[in-house]
């Protein structure tokens, strides 16, 4: 299975075309530059790189949140449109499960019992992911629904267990290290992966083999918050 895999729910993105789990090309982004001014380039970089035409794809996989709002629409309408022009199925993947596929990949002792992602979702608040070890110790279980909060409410939910430290990883982890750090002296915080498309292609797979793709109207954004000019709409609203 021939997969492309897009992510621009964070701010560099990134493009990864794989043969079932083989990433035969990935283009980091360039987070100087908008999405919208750089994804037409990094994609057809990426098929060129893999030696492939967009009619050579069985799959294409995008984060489909949480992130920026104006990031994550672009990025979906892409793969929408390069599905109505490829006929291929595509799937939603969340960014929050990318970071924990990455960062289990990337752990040589086959991972940790626990992680905590947490996504900067600016306003103070953090995007999060909580996961636990499945019992096989080949992946991660999501263990409750991607949820956004102030850091210090995020944390008042985890139990610190000095038995199994928990993991922190995220751009959000980065910006409030001190915050976690003064929850638990336990608590270890991994480096950030920086490019989230391989992992999405894994993901997006594994989702395709059960069933869980479709076509490009079905593809459905993951906001967790509502995007800010509905809130605006609603602050505006008179009160009734």
């Given at each position: 299975m021939v997969i492309l895999a897009l992510d621009t729910t964070t701010r560099a993105g990134s493009v990864a075309i794989a043969r079932d789990d083989?990433?035969?090309?990935?283009?980091?982004?360039?987070?100087?530059?908008?999405?919208?001014?750089?994804?037409?380039?990094?994609?057809?970089?990426?098929?060129?790189?893999?030696g492939l035409s967009p009619r050579d794809l069985d799959l294409l996989v995008v984060a489909s949140g949480p992130g920026a709002f104006t990031g994550l629409r672009i990025g979906l309408a892409a793969i929408q449109g390069l599905a109505m022009v490829v006929a291929a199925p595509v799937i939603g993947v969340s960014a929050l499960d990318a970071m924990a596929e990455s960062?289990?990949?990337?752990?040589?002792?086959?991972?940790?019992?626990?992680?905590?992602?947490?996504?900067?979702?600016?306003?103070g608040e953090?995007?999060?992911?909580?996961?636990?070890a499945s019992p096989t110790g080949r992946s991660w279980l999501a263990e409750c629904d991607p949820s956004v909060a102030p850091p210090d409410a995020a944390l008042a939910h985890l139990v610190d267990d000095s038995s199994r430290p928990t993991l922190f990883s995220g751009d959000g982890a980065e910006r409030y290290r001190g915050v976690i750090q003064a929850w638990s002296a336990t608590a270890r915080l991994l480096d950030t992966p920086r490019a989230l498309a391989p992992a999405l292609a894994r993901l997006g797979r594994r989702g395709a083999e059960r069933g869980l793709a479709g076509p490009p109207h079905a593809l459905q954004p993951l906001y967790v918050r509502r995007p800010d000019a509905e809130l605006e709409r609603l602050r505006r609203a008179p009160s009734a």
């Open positions: 083989q990433v035969l090309a990935l283009v980091p982004g360039d987070a100087a530059r908008t999405h919208g001014e750089r994804l037409p380039g990094e994609i057809d970089r990426a098929l060129i790189d893999a960062l289990w990949a990337s752990l040589q002792d086959g991972g940790p019992a626990r992680l905590v992602v947490w996504m900067d979702a600016q306003r953090v995007f999060e992911g909580r996961y636990v």
